[in-house]
């Protein structure tokens, strides 16, 4: 049986059978698209200001103009204020995530994210306000094709197809684009929700944020305090409100990545989270718990509660692609379950199965 638990929430949404062949109805929109991926192209080869620098800032934003002039891509600022505008929740909250080629495959990682939104409870009309960040041409052409929110994020010098080997140079400079990005979100105004695509959504995650939380992040292991910074976070998840607190937090964790030449990102969150300076600017920093969002490292206990699972603790692509779909089966064979055979049968999760950090073999 066919779980419908939200047939009714969003109508105009496709089915999930249809919208990987969605395609834009009428030709002249088509070719005013195909215009406008060529702009894009040739930017993401040679960028211009303001990304030339490769720190954006605020000052060249211009108001946004006509909506019909898709073509005018002078500021990709603007672009990005109009998505963000209608991507937006009514609390101005985003749902973003990053893309690049090596995910974007059909049936790759991008489709299996995409299709927990079908399945899981009440996520299906979150979509409305996912924005896909692609880093390469061909994620924006495959966004474009299976989404209706996509932006291009050029960088300079740098060529993100391809699967990035963990901790190799563009590598690096894809996960410190992304936290000098989110920052400029935050800077807009929006609050958001940052999920890498690896993570499969079941529930709204929402209602599992800490109020009075500013900076809330995933972890690979949770050790039941969520103010507890010896948590180990996972940059992959994380729920940020925009305000000066937490802009200037973003600020301070790009610009220690120059003190600490070589990690990632989230080793140097782990640097730095202890650091005095975050208490000065009154950042309320919470470690997300497992039985919510969960992942490879640490799965949820308990399908009765779980909103996120994260292919984490994981290397290699194939091996991701083959974990995350058990766990989609495993959802599937939740859902059908009867209301309560959901609460008195313990479910478990199939994996990690193919999933491990072990060396792939060549
Ligand atoms: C799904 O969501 C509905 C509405 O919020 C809720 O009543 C129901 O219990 C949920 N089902 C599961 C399995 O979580
Ligand atoms: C940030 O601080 C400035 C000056 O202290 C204040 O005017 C502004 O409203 C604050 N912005 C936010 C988003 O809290
Ligand atoms: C995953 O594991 C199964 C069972 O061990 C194996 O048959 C399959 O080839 C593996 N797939 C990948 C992509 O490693």
Not at 136 to 151: E, N, Q, V
Not at 269 to 276: A, Q, R, V
Not at 304 to 311: I, R
């Amino acid at each position: 049986m066919e779980p419908k638990p939200n047939a009714e929430e969003n109508p105009v949404v496709p089915p999930p059978d249809s919208r990987i062949f969605r395609r834009f109805p009428v030709p002249i929109i088509f070719l005013l698209l195909l215009g406008l991926s060529i702009v894009l192209i040739y930017r993401a080869a040679a960028p211009i200001t303001p990304f030339a620098g490769g720190k954006w800032n605020l000052t060249d934003v211009v108001p946004a103009g006509d909506p019909e002039d898709v073509v005018n891509l002078d500021n990709e600022e603007t672009k990005l204020t109009w998505i963000l505008k209608d991507a937006a929740m009514e609390d101005k909250t985003v749902i973003l995530t990053t893309l690049n080629s090596a995910w974007a495959s059909v049936n790759s990682i991008i489709d299996i994210f995409l299709e927990s939104f079908y399945i899981g409870n009440g996520t299906r009309a979150l979509l409305d306000h996912l924005v896909i960040i692609a880093f390469d041409k061909k994620a924006y052409l495959r966004c474009m094709a299976i989404h209706h929110r996509c932006f291009a994020l050029a960088t300079e010098g740098v060529d993100f197809s391809g699967e990035k080997n963990f901790m190799s140079d563009g590598y690096l400079k894809m996960m410190w684009r992304r936290i000098d990005f989110l920052r400029l979100v935050l800077e807009m105004g929006y609050s958001f929700i940052f999920t890498d695509a690896d993570i499969v959504w079941f529930r709204n995650p929402l209602t599992r944020f800490f109020p009075d939380g500013d900076f809330q992040i995933a972890c690979d292991q949770f050790n039941g305090n969520s103010y507890d910074r010896n948590n180990r976070p996972n940059g992959g998840f994380n729920y940020v409100k925009s305000n000066n607190r937490s802009i200037e937090f973003y600020k301070f964790w790009y610009s220690a990545r120059e003190k600490h030449p070589g990690y990632h990102d989230q080793d140097v969150l782990n640097m730095i989270k202890f650091d005095p300076f975050i208490n000065q600017i009154g950042l309320n920093m919470r470690f997300l718990d497992t039985a919510f969002f969960g992942g490879l490292c640490q799965p949820s206990r308990d399908f009765n509660v779980v909103c996120t699972m994260h292919a984490n603790c994981c290397i290699g692509r194939n091996r991701k692609i083959a974990d995350l779909k058990l766990m989609l089966d495993d959802w599937r064979r939740y859902m059908a379950l009867p209301p309560a055979s959901k609460k008195s049968r313990q479910s478990s999760w199939s994996v990690p199965r193919n999933c491990s950090l072990s060396p792939l073999p060549n």
